[in-house]
């Protein structure tokens, strides 16, 4: 597996050897072990999660605060996104600081995004399959949301001549100045 720091030291890269021939390929999709080493440390996955969504579809920025901090492993499976990790730990010299990276079917790209940063993804292909590998369960009363447009945050969203389709939950979000964030 080839480990690719990104500007946000935490969150990595990701790219798994795969070995192709006409007959199609075959990948190591996760491995506890290359994955602690690659990380530094011994990561837990809990639950595994599987959406799938059309063209446009603009899902996040999502997190969950203490005690329910979520790290997430990610990919695409099918169809292509442009994925999003963005800092949400305000003693952070890289605190509101974002990494975007195109993950899809075709490069197995997978991300790595800890505990303390928050996630979202645009599908740029017709549709996509994403899987998420997460280091605590789903709970509701600890998620948190950054707007997904926010211009203190600037990011440079591929542009697919429509807006992005979100879900109400994704369009009410806070601006990352009025989020709950980390310390």
Known sequence: MKVTPTALPEVLLLEPKVFGDER???????NQKLFDDAVG???TFVQ???SRSAKGV???LHYQLPPHA???????????????AMDMRRSSPNFGKWVGYELSAENKRMLWIPPGFAHGFLVVSESADFLYKTTDYYMP??????RWNDPTVGIAW???????QLSSKDR???PLDQANAFE
């Open 24 to 30: 199609g390929f075959f990948m190591e999709s996760f």
């Open 70 to 84: 979520q790290g997430k492993l990610v990919r695409a499976v099918s169809g292509a996104v442009f994925d999003v």
């Open 41 to 43: 440390y011994p990561v």
């Open 172 to 174: 009410d979000a806070p």
């Open 158 to 164: 591929p542009t697919l001549g429509a807006d992005p």
């Open 141 to 146: 009363q600890a998620e948190g949301a950054v």
């Open 48 to 50: 595994d999660n599987h």
């Open 58 to 60: 603009l899902r996040g």
